[in-house]
């Protein structure tokens, strides 16, 4: 059963850094792309950035472009994010999932253009001073 | 302001029929690109509900069903229960590849 189970959150204030983790079981971890959305409190979601399998192609929304960072360890079956320089309105719950895996009953494959499944269950990043 | 417009909330009674629309434009769902459904009840992570316009995992109830025409798509949820109570959010891609989130709409069940 494919999991993802986040980490690393935290009060911080603003103009600090934190680093996220998301550690993958239960999948061939480095075949496919990877996604960090973010919720505000009482809000809707927010895509933040996602990279591919290989590392070699990343995107970010305009939000975060240059101050936070995507990575990925393939080797430890683990999603990174990096965030620097940051305001209050990056608070927010930050899920990390899986994009675009699709699964038949006999194998797996990598969807482009892929939906978000599955999810983690969050970790929550508060920036106040 | 979500590139994709939902409507705020829905609400239908038990047994109903509803639907939730996600506009958007020829840059995004216009432009050919999937859309997919998420269902986040109150507390949780949100759930993939149908993927590549039309399709459900497995395990989501046929009482869902998803729909694209043009720049627009939507989510039908026929005979209404009380657990279905929740937050849906509909996301596609635009031209530059970036991923694209509704604003999300809240559906109540009377």
């Known amino acids: 059963q494919m999991q993802l189970v986040e980490s690393g959150g935290g009060l911080v204030k603003p103009g600090g850094s934190l680093r996220l983790s998301c550690a993958a079981s239960?999948?061939?971890?480095?075949?496919?792309?990877l996604g960090w959305i973010r919720q505000a409190p009482g809000e809707g979601l927010e895509w933040v950035s996602y990279i591919s399998g290989s590392g070699s192609a990343i995107y970010y929304a305009d939000s975060v472009k240059g101050r936070f960072t995507i990575s990925r360890d393939n080797a430890k079956n683990s999603l990174y994010l990096q965030m620097n320089s940051l305001r209050a309105e990056d608070t927010a719950v930050y899920y990390c999932a899986g994009q675009g895996i699709h699964c038949t009953s006999t194998s797996c494959y990598q969807a482009s253009m892929g939906w978000f499944d599955p999810w983690g269950q969050g970790t929550l990043v508060t920036v106040s001073s | 302001q979500s590139v994709l417009t939902q409507p705020p909330s829905v609400s239908g009674a038990p047994g109903q029929r509803v639907t939730i629309s996600c506009t958007g434009s020829?840059?995004?769902?216009?432009?050919?690109?999937?859309v997919h459904w998420y269902q986040q009840l109150p507390g949780a992570a949100p759930k993939l509900l149908i993927y590549?316009?039309?399709n459900r995992p497995s395990g989501v109830p046929d009482r869902f069903s998803g729909s694209k025409s043009g720049t627009s798509a939507s989510l039908a949820i026929t005979g209404l229960q009380a657990e279905d109570e929740a937050d849906y959010y509909c996301q596609s891609y635009d031209s530059s590849l970036s991923v694209v989130f509704g604003g999300g709409t809240k559906l109540t069940v009377l």
């Open positions: 590549g316009n039309i």
């Open positions: 239960g999948f061939t971890f480095s075949d496919y792309y």
């Open positions: 020829s840059s995004n769902i216009g432009a050919g690109y999937d």
